[in-house]
């Protein structure tokens, strides 16, 4: 059975994502998704993309999700620290593929989710502040 619904799917699509699943443990993985220029590392290499495992409860548009993980594990270019993230073995992580995809929890207010009206792309938008805003921790 899919994750999501029809037009979730049609949303990815419109963005570019490409995206796995895993049934089983309902598992979401945007396979590419961008990150901010110039902004993060893993082993001390610029990255420019990365991949984003969500997990996707049963009724996920009544109440939306406040963590992501991605793998590779992301560091600053510039050293700060990023409040609320782990890196490889710090918790909390998901395994997909073979790959440890490492925890940024985020935290919203339950009023921030439209149930039964955001979709995935509430998600993206999610994601997307969040890694454009590593400060931040809700």
Same mark, same amino acid.
């Not at 993060?40 to 939306?64: A, C, F, R």
């Given at each position: ?74 560091? %600053? ?25 490492? %925890? ?27 890694? %454009? ?6």
């Amino acid at each position: 059975m899919a994750l999501l619904f029809e037009e979730d799917y049609k949303i990815l699509e419109d963005c570019g994502l490409f995206h796995e699943e895993d049934e089983t443990n309902r598992f979401l993985v945007l396979k590419n998704y961008p990150l901010p220029s110039d902004l993060y590392i893993n082993s001390q290499v610029l990255l420019d993309q990365v991949e984003v495992l969500l997990v996707i409860p049963p009724n996920y548009n009544t109440s939306g999700n406040d963590m992501f993980w991605v793998h590779p594990a992301l560091a %600053r270019a510039d050293g700060k620290t990023i409040p609320a993230a782990a890196g490889y073995g710090g918790g909390d992580s998901r395994f997909f593929d073979n790959k440890e995809f490492c %925890r940024w929890s985020r935290h919203y207010t339950p009023q921030s989710w439209n149930p039964k009206v955001d979709n995935i792309q509430k998600m993206i938008d999610r994601i997307e502040w969040a890694l %454009r805003n590593p400060d931040a921790n809700k």
